[in-house]
């Protein structure tokens, strides 16, 4: 029965092309727009470290008290970054199984060949149990060890693309780099590695980025040899001593603090330890509130900071509006087409058709309308998120993929929706009064 | 023509009615917000920045050594020596960070030293006795800065000049009977900074939403920053030599120091490029509202020529008894145009309430701004039209439908 219903779909469609070919371009172009920016929103609203985000934290203090809060949008949270001293005090205290401080840097590179150009590379000073925490992966080599930070050791880890530049990829595990003029030892280097967001630095990368972390070095190592953060800093005062020493001494905010906690006894154990923290800063004068503290897992934290740009999510929106117009436009154009047919479906009817018969028949042409209309717009979202890049900003449209999911997903929306649209339209066929169409003809 | 026999005949397609009239308001929905973002990401495009951008570029010099201060400060003077040498080159100024950069150094301005919230906030940029004249920013009242007023400040820093100049939009801000000249403010410190000078228009560095309240409020230092990391050579050209100086710059700067990192991507830029780049995802909204507006109105056109087609194809031995009673081409015509407007109408009517639902829901969720009435008439009239002119074919086939119609049957 089922061929025999496409077949007779086919012919009605082909004969009113017009009509036909105006709801396909329709469905076409209602779906590509929506599925070009759900593209995007896709991109930039997934989990970048999906397999242990609910167990990485972000614990905020409020270091700043009142005079942080105030003025719009204020919600009461505490800074979003850490200040020196509590990010040392937290890494002293070492309560989760495993934590980092850590900072953006952005030192150069100079490489050992004589007449070539120093090179700026970006990074972070970090704790060594970073590596694990984020499960970093390595070509080469490993992180460093928990004693190399104690000792400031002069190592480092490095990208895959710095490993191309500088050892052409070679296995330089034990090789030396020229940091800032001083000498570091590799002992590790990174596969490419670019996660998006970045999940572990959102208060200084804003979470998309296009800059590339090139450099690993121990977090302790970098502030001995005073390598500045080139990433935000905020204050509430202006320091009280100058340069680098001075704002390691304010409370100025410029790191960012990630913890990995597996299971929810050690969460709640960590939330009472941060808040017997703040009360003991409380006690010695150091700050005169009540503790205000945050740790939320990873995607709360994303979800805090709006790492999703306002535009990719009014886009998507913006674009589900047209498909649904597109959708009311296509049950308008199906319920004329099958309501042209009465005397067809009155000839059906008087013959024996049930009215399920009558709905498998429309409703199979809908699909069928959806089905070309999703084919049109695969064509059309191909080239959507090929241009995309023109239209949104790089960091963002550069994530943007045409896989195997969204193909299906294409079609399975085409097609659902029109037959959706569909419904009313096929309800209102089965109503036809065999006796009044074969009266009128 | 007589509207009560059109509303008795649409009584009889009551589901096709109710489809365009719903197709009608949610375009209106649509395309009114639509415009109303494209219109605000526009007008932000062609923000004047008060600075001459045809003839300026910037340089992002990167150090390859780490520098004190005071060699940082001594090398900045090295390459601002060099840089001058250029044939196309006019003046030129260090810099810690300039208009349209898109982030950078701002303050909170309190008018006394004991206030807790801020009076406002100010974009801050450092300069030296150049900075004026090489941006090419008007001083309207007051006076520059003295070459010996000029301070050297390294990371971080931190002492408040005393002497400081000012946008307009700030001097305003701060004292609104236009006395600003002379008065003092704080910036997050209780020593006074006194404004000795104004100038007409200085945009902030940054281009976020955060700061729309704060627009172009900005603040100058007499500071020429020598940092470790680098600096800003603002660079202002002789005119239409732009391109040339560009490409000479970098080459000068090597020529005199090699230990420095000047990508050869985005170290040199001009003006127009740091525009282009500041207000990208800006311009990239514009485009995609706008293609998804013309989608809209094309396919909401197209739907509605089609099914007037449908139902001019189902009426034709209605309007070919109507032509034998004696009704004119015209009078057919009209009637198909009249049937139009009254579904549209009742369209828009529902359109303007999902259009200010519509607004509000994006004014509180994405703190977007209130709908202007405005842009809710023009979407009006712009649907009203398209309505017309849609179904204008179809209504003129109905009208050619000869009365002999009438002895067919249907």
């Given at each position: 029965m089922l061929g025999y219903y496409v077949d007779l779909a086919v012919r009605s469609l082909k004969r009113s092309p017009g009509l036909t070919v105006l709801m396909i371009l329709a469905i076409g172009f209602g779906v590509a727009a929506s599925m070009t920016t759900y593209s995007v929103f896709r991109a930039v609203s997934g989990d970048p470290?999906?397999?242990?985000?609910?167990?990485?934290?972000?614990?905020?203090?409020?270091?700043?008290?009142?005079?942080?809060?105030?003025?719009?949008?204020?919600?009461g949270d505490p800074p979003d970054a850490m200040d020196y001293t509590d990010a040392l005090a937290l890494m002293h205290d070492h309560r989760a199984k495993y934590q980092s401080a850590m900072y953006m840097i952005s030192p150069s590179l100079v490489p050992?060949?004589?007449?070539?150009?120093?090179?700026?590379?970006?990074?972070?000073?970090?704790?060594?149990?970073?590596?694990?925490?984020?499960?970093?992966?390595?070509?080469?080599?490993?992180?460093?060890?928990?004693?190399?930070?104690?000792?400031?050791?002069?190592?480092?880890?490095?990208?895959?693309?710095?490993?191309?530049?500088?050892?052409?990829?070679?296995?330089?595990?034990?090789?030396?780099?020229?940091?800032?003029?001083?000498?570091?030892?590799?002992?590790?280097?990174?596969?490419?590695?670019?996660?998006?967001?970045?999940?572990?630095?959102?208060?200084?990368t804003g979470g998309f980025t296009t800059n590339d972390e090139d450099l690993f070095i121990p977090f302790l190592r970098a502030i001995d040899v005073d390598m500045a953060n080139s990433g935000n800093t905020n204050c509430v005062d202006i320091p009280a001593q100058s340069g680098f020493k001075g704002l390691q001494q304010s409370s100025c905010i410029w790191m960012s603090y990630m913890v990995q906690l597996d299971d929810a006894p050690s969460v709640e154990a960590y939330k009472s330890y941060l808040d017997g923290y703040?009360?003991?800063?409380?006690?010695?004068?150091?700050?005169?509130?009540?503790?205000?503290?945050?740790?939320?897992?990873?995607?709360?934290?994303?979800?805090?900071e709006h790492v999703v740009p306002t535009d990719t999510e009014i886009s998507l929106l913006v674009a589900i509006g047209l498909l649904v117009v597109c959708l009311v436009n296509t049950a308008g154009l199906l319920l004329a087409k099958f309501l042209r047919r009465s005397g067809e479906i009155g000839v059906r009817r008087a013959l024996g058709a049930p009215r399920t018969a009558i709905y498998a028949q429309f409703l199979v042409e809908a699909a069928i309308v959806g089905f070309s209309g999703g084919l049109l717009g695969l064509l059309l979202t191909g080239v959507g998120i090929h241009s995309v890049s023109w239209v949104l900003p790089k960091d963002i449209a550069s994530l943007a993929r045409l896989d195997i999911p969204l193909l299906l997903l294409t079609l399975v929306v085409a097609v659902v929706a029109t037959v959706l649209a569909g419904i009313y339209p096929t309800f209102r066929a089965s109503r036809v009064q065999p006796a009044w169409q074969l009266k009128s003809n | 023509m007589q509207i009560h026999p059109i509303i008795v005949a649409l009584r009889r397609h009551k589901a096709g009615t109710l489809l365009i009239a719903l197709q009608i308001a949610l375009t209106l929905a649509i395309v009114c917000n639509a415009l109303f973002i494209i219109h605000q990401r526009l007008s932000h495009l062609s923000e004047p920045s008060g600075i001459?951008?045809?003839?300026?570029?910037?340089?992002?010099?990167?150090w390859g050594e780490?520098?004190?201060?005071?060699?940082?400060?001594?090398?900045?003077?090295?390459?601002?020596?060099?840089?001058?040498?250029?044939?196309?080159?006019?003046?030129?100024?260090?810099?810690?960070?300039?208009?349209?950069?898109?982030?950078?150094?701002?303050?909170?301005?309190?008018?006394?030293?004991?206030?807790?919230s801020m009076t406002t906030d100010a974009s801050v940029y450092t300069g030296d006795e150049h900075f004026l004249r090489t941006l090419g920013v008007k001083l309207i009242a007051g006076r520059d800065f003295?070459?010996?007023?000029?301070?050297?400040?390294?990371?971080?820093?931190n002492f408040v000049p005393p002497v400081t100049i000012i946008s307009k939009a700030l001097a305003d801000k701060l004292y609104p009977n236009g006395d600003a000249l002379g008065k003092p403010f704080y910036s997050m410190s209780d020593k006074p900074t006194t404004i000795i000078g104004i100038v007409e228009r200085l945009h902030r560095a940054d281009v976020s939403t955060w700061s729309a309240p704060y627009a172009n409020e900005s603040l100058i230092w007499p500071i020429r920053m020598a940092q470790p990391w680098g600096v800003f050579y603002i660079v202002h050209t002789k005119p239409g030599q732009l391109d040339e100086a560009m490409r000479e710059a970098p080459k000068a700067l090597y020529a005199e120091n090699r230990m420095r990192m000047i990508s050869s991507k985005d170290g040199v830029r001009s003006f127009a490029q740091i525009r282009h780049?500041?207000?990208?995802?800006?311009?990239?909204?514009?485009?995609?509202?706008?293609?998804?507006?013309?989608?809209?109105?094309?396919?909401?056109?197209?739907?509605?020529?089609g099914l007037t087609s449908f139902w001019v194809g189902q009426r034709r031995r209605q309007i070919g008894v109507r032509r034998a009673l004696g009704a004119t081409h015209r009078d057919i015509l009209h009637y198909f145009l009249t049937e139009n407007f009254l579904i549209s109408l009742a369209g828009v009517a529902i359109g303007v309430l999902l259009t200010f639902g519509l607004n509000l829901w994006l004014v509180e969720r994405f703190e977007m701004q209130f709908l202007p009435l405005a842009y809710v008439l023009g979407g009006m009239v712009i649907l009203l039209l398209l309505g017309q002119g849609a179904v204008f074919a179809p209504a003129l086939r109905a009208s050619r439908v000869p009365p002999v119609e009438a002895t067919r049957p249907a």
């Open positions: 470290i999906p397999w242990k985000s609910s167990q990485l934290f972000v614990p905020q203090i409020d270091m700043w008290g009142p005079k942080g809060h105030g003025g719009d949008g204020d919600n050992s060949q004589a007449g070539k150009h120093p090179i700026n590379v970006g990074g972070h000073a970090v704790y060594s149990e970073f590596f694990p925490m984020t499960d970093a992966p390595f070509q080469y080599g490993n992180g460093w060890t928990a004693a190399d930070d104690e000792q400031r050791a002069a190592v480092a880890v490095i990208s895959d693309k710095i490993n191309q530049k500088l050892f052409a990829g070679a296995n330089s595990v034990g090789k030396t780099i020229d940091v800032d003029g001083k000498d570091y030892r590799v002992v590790g280097v990174l596969k490419a590695w670019n996660p998006q967001p970045r999940f572990y630095d959102v208060s200084n703040a009360r003991e800063q409380q006690h010695a004068g150091r700050f005169s509130w009540a503790p205000n503290n945050r740790l939320r897992n990873l995607p709360k934290w994303l979800d805090a | 001459d951008e045809a003839n300026l570029f910037v340089v992002t010099n990167l780490q520098y004190s201060t005071d060699e940082a400060a001594a090398k900045i003077q090295q390459d601002l020596a060099a840089l001058r040498q250029l044939p196309g080159v006019d003046n030129v100024t260090p810099a810690d960070s300039y208009p349209l950069r898109g982030g950078g150094w701002d303050n909170f301005i309190t008018l006394k030293p004991e206030q807790v003295h070459a010996d007023e000029v301070q050297n400040m390294g990371l971080r820093q780049l500041a207000f990208e995802s800006d311009r990239g909204m514009a485009v995609l509202m706008s293609i998804i507006c013309v989608v809209l109105l094309a396919i909401t056109g197209a739907g509605i020529v």
